[in-house]
Nanobody, 124 residues
Framework: QVQLVESGGGSVQAGGSLRLSCAVSGDTYRSNYMAWFRQAPGKEREGVAAVDNDGSTYYADSVKGRFTISKDNAKFTLYLQMNSLKPEDTAMYYC??????????????????WGRGTQVTVSS
């Protein structure tokens, strides 16, 4: 099994920045493909950003140009740098991982391992 633990969430004003981290432990070979998802109250979980096994990155249209996903393989850590935050970015953010590549790296069903989430709140 692989364990994922998110950190770095918090409360910021619109226009601010946060950096989320996801520490990977256990069977790290199960984390070849990783992503960040978020879920706001009353809404479905949505893919925010993903990183492929070759380092390619993918973003939801709503965060392109503002969020950056990166992975430090030496530290077994996934990051999400979030800039120019908006109130609509308020959500619980989850780290996800899978050993094999799914059809789309921004789809929830492409991942079998999940963290417990970290809350991000952006005030106007």
């Amino acid at each position: 099994q692989v364990q994922l633990v998110e950190s770095g969430g918090g409360s910021v004003q619109a226009g601010g920045s946060l950096r989320l981290s996801c520490a990977v432990s256990g069977d790290t070979y199960r984390s070849n493909y990783m992503a960040w998802f978020r879920q706001a109250p009353g809404k479905e979980r949505e893919g925010v950003a993903a990183v492929d096994n070759d380092g390619s990155t993918y973003y939801a249209d709503s965060v392109k140009g503002r969020f950056t996903i990166s992975k430090d393989n030496a530290k077994f850590t996934l990051y999400l740098q979030m800039n120019s935050l908006k109130p609509e970015d308020t959500a619980m953010y989850y780290c996800a991982a899978n050993r094999w590549r799914g059809r789309s790296l921004l789809l929830e069903r492409s991942y079998g391992s999940w963290g417990r989430g970290t809350q991000v709140t952006v005030s106007s």
